[in-house]
């Protein structure tokens, strides 16, 4: 696929950690109005550098557009690259107008060119894992989700200094005015309508907590950096989603199913471990014990937490596992390892993977307009819930994603395989004592 970026900041430099992995996405070239930005890049990793967004439109040997811009100018650019005849993978949220959204997909299927776009975790082996395991029915039937979204107190984490590796800096004060859930509520979002269906009402609460994260001025100054909704799916799961800028960082993934639970620690970590648990007497009943609950390794030894099991491997699994090209000094490499290892690692063309793989079969996209714009409208009811709390439903909706194939013909059966802890079967007997008479 012949792709070009517009856009060259921060996540630029996300997106180039994994390219090594994916030689089949042709980079024809760059454009950032911000010219020292695009200028930068152009010198880092050798892309030509188009002199205007038009000139970047008027290529031919660009079939699709990368939109990595500021939210502000998701739609623009968005827009004018599908009127100029280009296929469209933009960063999300597609826009932060329901309506603005809808015309742009309105007018990509009157052009016959494809949208669509982040985010791509939905496609990486610790999704697909939590994917398969519920479809094996490893949990029984999933009644209930807890997803976190905590990132960190904000104002305590010096987002001012932060900078990408050819310094691009983190730009804080437009993630602080869009807030936490525009920001990042469609990583959960993603993964949660993928398995379970659209949303058919939302319950939500936002508020804006801490004030003076930073000493610039923000406008506006009070986006809500604290976000909760409970969202009812179609298939009777409920789901509780929270997103804050205040509490320590917390990226799980949890769903709880009537025979057991499987939990995915970061939904930042492509390759985060995934724990699955069968519900025993033994389980249940070693969680009321203080030190099951605060001592891991001795609640494991009960089973509680479940086993960590083998992620489902997908085709571009090896993205996350090397980087290349963006960095070579030693200090570079060792953090980019510790980053991988310990904190999260994406491959964010993934996404643009998966796009040019569905267009190359002829197949739909796996991210097709109708869940695009559900996700918005969820993203917008919940950012925007206020401190008095709404109960919505939602407009929207969409015909099931179908499970990627080949996470669906994985040959691992997390059902099948489970095993529970050695300890937690030969105290099983014990238990049933202690809770007679
Ligand atoms: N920062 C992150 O960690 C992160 C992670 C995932 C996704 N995103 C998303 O990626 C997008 C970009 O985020 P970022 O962190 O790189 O922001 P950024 O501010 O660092 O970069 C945006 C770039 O777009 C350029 N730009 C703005 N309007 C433009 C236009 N009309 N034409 C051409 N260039 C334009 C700016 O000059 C800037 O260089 C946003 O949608 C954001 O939500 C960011």
Same mark, same amino acid.
């Given at each position: 696929?012949?792709?070009?970026?517009?856009?060259?900041?921060?996540?630029?430099?996300?997106?180039?950690?994994?390219?090594?992995?994916?030689?089949?996405?042709?980079? @024809?070239?760059?454009?950032?109005?911000?010219?020292?930005?695009?200028?930068?890049?152009? @010198?880092?990793? %050798?892309?030509?550098?188009?002199?205007?967004?038009?000139?970047?439109?008027?290529?031919?040997?660009?079939?699709?557009?990368?939109?990595?811009? /500021?939210?502000?100018?998701?739609?623009?650019?968005?827009?004018?690259?599908?009127?100029? %005849?280009?296929?469209?993978?933009?960063?999300?949220?597609?826009?932060?107008?329901?309506?603005?959204? !809808?015309?742009?997909?309105?007018?990509?299927?009157?052009?016959? &060119?494809?949208?669509?776009?982040?985010?791509?975790?939905?496609?990486?082996?610790?999704?697909?894992?939590?994917?398969?395991?519920? &479809?094996?029915?490893?949990?029984?039937?999933?009644?209930?989700?807890?997803? =976190?979204?905590?990132?960190?107190?904000?104002?305590?984490?010096? *987002?001012?200094?932060?900078?990408?590796?050819?310094?691009?800096?983190?730009?804080?004060?437009?993630?602080?005015?869009?807030?936490?859930?525009?920001?990042?509520?469609?990583?959960? *979002?993603?993964?949660?309508?993928?398995?379970?269906? #659209?949303?058919?009402?939302?319950?939500?609460?936002?508020?804006?907590? +801490?004030?003076?994260?930073?000493?610039?001025?923000?406008?506006?100054?009070?986006?809500?950096?604290?976000?909760?909704?409970?969202?009812?799916?179609?298939?009777?799961?409920?789901?509780?989603?929270?997103?804050?800028?205040?509490?320590?960082?917390?990226?799980?993934?949890?769903?709880?199913?009537?025979?057991?639970?499987?939990?995915?620690?970061?939904?930042?970590?492509?390759?985060?471990?995934?724990?699955?648990?069968?519900?025993?007497?033994?389980?249940?009943?070693?969680?009321?014990?203080?030190?099951? !609950?605060?001592?891991?390794?001795?609640? @494991?030894?009960?089973?509680?937490?479940?086993?960590?099991?083998?992620?489902?491997?997908?085709?571009?699994?090896?993205?996350?596992?090397?980087?290349?090209?963006?960095?070579?000094?030693?200090?570079?490499?060792?953090?980019?390892?510790?980053?991988?290892?310990? +904190?999260?690692?994406?491959?964010?063309?993934?996404?643009?993977?998966?796009?040019?793989?569905?267009?190359? =079969?002829? @197949?739909?996209?796996?991210?097709?307009?109708?869940?695009?714009?559900?996700?918005?409208?969820?993203? *917008?009811?919940?950012?925007?819930? %206020?401190?008095?709390?709404?109960?919505?439903?939602?407009?929207? /909706?969409?015909? #099931?994603?179908?499970?990627?194939?080949?996470?669906?013909?994985?040959?691992?059966?997390?059902?099948?395989?489970?095993?529970?802890? *050695?300890? =937690?079967?030969?105290?099983?007997?014990?238990?049933?004592?202690?809770?007679?008479?």
């Amino acid at each position: 696929m012949k792709i070009a970026f517009v856009g060259c900041g921060y996540v630029f430099d996300i997106y180039m950690r994994t390219l090594w992995a994916h030689p089949e996405l042709d980079i @024809r070239g760059v454009f950032d109005i911000d010219t020292a930005r695009s200028n930068v890049v152009s @010198r880092h990793y %050798g892309f030509h550098v188009y002199p205007s967004l038009d000139a970047l439109l008027s290529d031919p040997e660009v079939d699709t557009v990368v939109n990595l811009t /500021s939210i502000g100018s998701h739609f623009d650019v968005t827009q004018r690259a599908l009127e100029a %005849g280009k296929d469209v993978y933009t960063e999300k949220p597609v826009t932060t107008d329901l309506d603005r959204t !809808r015309s742009l997909f309105a007018l990509a299927h009157a052009r016959g &060119r494809i949208l669509t776009g982040a985010p791509c975790n939905l496609f990486c082996d610790a999704v697909s894992t939590l994917m398969k395991a519920v &479809r094996d029915g490893a949990i029984g039937r999933p009644v209930l989700v807890y997803a =976190e979204l905590d990132d960190n107190p904000a104002h305590m984490m010096q *987002l001012e200094k932060v900078q990408s590796p050819t310094g691009a800096p983190f730009p804080y004060a437009e993630e602080l005015q869009e807030g936490c859930t525009v920001e990042h509520v469609a990583y959960h *979002l993603v993964w949660l309508c993928a398995l379970f269906g #659209p949303v058919q009402s939302v319950t939500a609460f936002s508020d804006f907590l +801490i004030p003076n994260k930073t000493k610039t001025p923000l406008v506006p100054p009070d986006t809500p950096d604290f976000s909760v909704a409970c969202l009812q799916f179609a298939n009777g799961v409920a789901a509780r989603v929270t997103c804050t800028w205040v509490s320590p960082r917390n990226h799980q993934m949890h769903i709880i199913g009537d025979q057991g639970e499987i939990t995915a620690d970061n939904v930042f970590h492509d390759q985060s471990p995934v724990h699955l648990e069968r519900f025993s007497r033994v389980t249940l009943a070693a969680r009321k014990a203080y030190t099951a !609950r605060t001592q891991p390794v001795i609640g @494991r030894l009960f089973g509680v937490g479940g086993r960590r099991v083998p992620l489902v491997r997908r085709w571009k699994s090896h993205a996350v596992e090397a980087e290349k090209g963006v960095g070579s000094s030693l200090k570079h490499r060792f953090v980019s390892w510790l980053r991988r290892r310990e +904190i999260y690692a994406q491959d964010k063309l993934l996404g643009l993977a998966e796009m040019a793989r569905a267009m190359r =079969e002829q @197949r739909p996209q796996p991210l097709p307009p109708d869940f695009l714009i559900h996700l918005t409208e969820l993203t *917008l009811l919940i950012q925007r819930a %206020g401190a008095q709390g709404v109960a919505k439903v939602p407009t929207t /909706s969409f015909a #099931p994603v179908p499970l990627l194939d080949d996470v669906l013909n994985s040959p691992m059966n997390y059902l099948q395989t489970y095993k529970p802890a *050695l300890l =937690e079967r030969a105290v099983a007997g014990l238990v049933e004592a202690l809770h007679r008479r």
